[in-house]
T-cell receptor, first 115, second 115 residues
Framework: EPEVTQTPSHQVTQMGQEVILRCVPI?????FYWYRQILGQKVEFLVS????????KSEIFDDQFSVERPDGSNFTLKIRSTKLEDSAMYFC?????????????FGPGTRLTVT | QQQVKQSPQSLIVQKGGISIINCAYE??????FPWYQQFPGKGPALLIA?????SEKKEGRFTISFNKSAKQFSLHIMDSQPGDSATYFC??????????????FGKGTHLIIQP
C-alpha cells in the first residue's frame, strides 16, 4: 500500500540553525501538507501546497518557515532559524484531487529537537 | 470559531465494551469530519470520515454518528479490543472540491482497553 515517507526520523539542531525536513508524498497525490504536534498536544496545521504554490497557511507558518517541491517526488519544510519552541513532531500529509476525496494520509513524522 | 472540542480527554473501557468519543464544532463551513488513530511514535492514521449529508457511517467496528443541527459528531468503537488502545483525534475541514484546506484537530482522547 502506498504511503507517505519522511526523513530524517529524528533531527537535533541548535537554536538559530536552519533545518530542512523532507517528505515523499504518495505518488499520485497532488495536495501536500505540513502539520506539527508538540509533545502531548494536538496536531496543528501549518501549510498546504498545490500546483507549486501555497494554498493555505496557518498563523504558525510565519516568515521563518518555507515549503518547496524541489523535484517531482520530494516536498520539503525549511525552518530558517530554529527556536526552542519549534521542538515538535512534524508530519507531512498528502491527498488526491478530483475524486471528491478529501482524505489526507500522514507520514510517520520527523521529531525535531532544538537545543 | 475554528476550534473542534473533543471529550473525554481519556477513557478506559473493558474489552468487548463500546468506546464513545465526542466532538463538537462551531464553524458551520466545516463539511468534512475524519477520525484519526495515533499510536505512540507514529503518525495519525485515517480511521473513518463522514460528510454532513449522512447522519451515520459504519466501517467494521467503527461508526461515526453526525448531528448537523447540534454541530456534534462522535466515534463509536464496538467490541473494543486491547489493540484499539491509542490516541484518537477528531478533525474537521472545509472540503472544497479542488481545495487544500488544512484539518483542524481536536485535542485527542487517550483510549485504554483493559483485557
Amino acid at each position: 500500500e502506498p504511503e507517505v515517507t519522511q526523513t530524517p526520523s529524528h533531527q537535533v539542531t541548535q537554536m538559530g540553525q536552519e533545518v530542512i525536513l523532507r517528505c515523499v508524498p504518495i505518488s499520485n497525490h497532488l495536495y501536500f501538507y505540513w502539520y506539527r504536534q508538540i509533545l502531548g498536544q494536538k496536531v496543528e496545521f501549518l501549510v498546504s501546497f498545490y500546483n507549486n504554490e501555497i494554498s493555505e497557511k496557518s498563523e504558525i507558518f510565519d516568515d521563518q518557515f518555507s515549503v518547496e517541491r524541489p523535484d517531482g517526488s520530494n516536498f520539503t519544510l525549511k525552518i530558517r532559524s530554529t527556536k526552542l519552541e519549534d521542538s515538535a513532531m512534524y508530519f507531512c500529509a498528502s491527498s488526491q484531487i478530483g475524486t471528491g476525496s478529501y482524505e489526507q494520509y500522514f507520514g510517520p513524522g520527523t521529531r525535531l529537537t532544538v537545543t | 470559531q475554528q476550534q473542534v472540542k473533543q471529550s473525554p480527554q481519556s477513557l478506559i473501557v473493558q474489552k468487548g465494551g463500546i468506546s464513545i468519543i465526542n466532538c463538537a464544532y462551531e464553524n458551520t463551513a466545516f463539511d468534512y469530519f475524519p477520525w484519526y488513530q495515533q499510536f505512540p511514535g507514529k503518525g495519525p492514521a485515517l480511521l473513518i470520515a463522514i460528510r454532513p449529508d449522512v447522519s451515520e457511517k459504519k466501517e467494521g467496528r467503527f461508526t461515526i454518528s453526525f448531528n448537523k443541527s447540534a454541530k456534534q459528531f462522535s466515534l463509536h468503537i464496538m467490541d473494543s479490543q486491547p489493540g484499539d488502545s491509542a490516541t484518537y483525534f477528531c478533525a474537521a475541514s472545509i472540503g472544497r472540491m479542488g481545495g487544500a484546506d488544512g484539518l483542524t484537530f481536536g485535542k485527542g482522547t487517550h483510549l485504554i482497553i483493559q483485557p
